[in-house]
């Protein structure tokens, strides 16, 4: 059924990069504007990006607008978030989640950014 993958997150200094990946299966890729979020140890889900089904509209939070980068390749069934300048609080668990409707519906299982030196 829907699957919602996510893998690219490891350990990097503070100015390093990461581009993180998921994979959706499952349903139509193309249909559905996706999101990432974030989690840091002890605080709640943090939208850091979002995007609509086609690609074409995006937006970020405050606190990454200019670092991190969300896209979508929808022939892959893949959106990706390419994270720039890391600092250490963007450290936390990265999700990759499928939006219906005002619903954030679908959770993959995440993947850890650590930045730290």
């Known amino acids: 059924q829907v699957q919602l993958v996510e893998s690219g997150g490891d350990l990097v200094q503070p100015g390093g990069s990461l581009r993180l990946s998921c994979v959706g299966s499952?349903?139509?890729?193309?249909?559905?504007?996706m999101r990432w979020y974030r989690q840091a140890p002890g605080k709640e889900h943090e939208l850091v990006a979002r995007i609509s089904s086609d690609g074409s509209q995006t937006n970020y939070a405050d606190s990454v607008k200019g670092r991190f980068t969300i896209s979508r390749d929808n022939a892959k069934n893949t959106m990706y978030l390419q994270m720039n300048s890391l600092k250490p609080e963007d450290t936390g668990v990265y999700y990759c989640?499928?939006?219906?409707?005002?619903?954030?519906?679908?959770w993959g299982q995440g993947t850890q950014v650590t930045v730290s030196s």
């Open positions: 989640v499928r939006r219906i409707l005002a619903f954030d519906r679908d």
């Open positions: 499952g349903f139509t890729f193309s249909n559905y504007a």
